[in-house]
């Protein structure tokens, strides 16, 4: 659980970005597994976004500040991951944001809670909060009838609980 990030989360992110693909480039100059921009790539130190291990390693590390910047909320930092952090934050905040390149984010000061109103962002978190909410109402039922040490593992010198066999890749 590198830089703290439930590995659902990264493989949920993963898949939902390149299918798994280390090779995959989008029309917008997404690169890699984790699809990271060019700028973002190097705000990371992210020298090569088609190696797996460097480009989860850099994913992990930009979720985390996500996660921190959002108070822990996914949806939002998910979104912020999809559409940029300043479009979350201006329809967090209903504040307008004007990009270098002179485009206006969000020009009629519209506040969604955060998340953007594109569909694609919107589809995004979807595919990928879903699956986790899912998981853990499922995890809480059968709680509820096997005794929670079969389900939990619990680092006791990191405090990190983790459900066992849950790994896409390790990171650390």
């Not at 597994?33 to 190097?42: N, R």
């Not at 998910?78 to 559409?83: D, I, L, P, Q, R």
């Not at 002179?102 to 879903?130: F, H």
Request: aromatic content about 8%; charged content about 25%.
């Amino acid at each position: 659980m590198r830089y703290g990030i439930d590995p659902r989360i990264l493989r949920a992110v993963c898949f939902t970005e390149s299918r798994y693909r280390a090779n995959a480039v989008s029309p917008k100059g997404a690169l890699g597994l984790m699809q990271f921009m060019p700028d973002t790539a190097a705000q990371y130190g992210l020298r090569n976004p088609f190696d797996p291990r460097s480009a989860i390693d850099a994913g992990a590390h930009y979720l985390r500040d996500l996660l921190v910047r959002f108070s822990g909320r996914i949806d939002l930092a998910v979104a912020a991951y999809n559409a940029g952090e300043g479009a979350v934050q201006s329809f967090r905040s209903g504040k307008p944001l004007i990009l270098r390149t002179g485009k206006v984010i969000n020009p009629r000061g519209l506040i969604t809670g955060g998340i953007p109103p594109y569909p694609e962002t919107q589809n995004y978190v979807r595919a990928i909060v879903s699956p986790l909410m899912n998981e853990r109402a499922s995890v809480l039922n059968r709680a509820v009838s096997m005794p929670r040490k079969n389900i939990w593992t619990v680092d006791v010198r990191t405090e990190k609980a983790r459900i066992k066999n849950s790994y896409f890749i390790e990171v650390e």
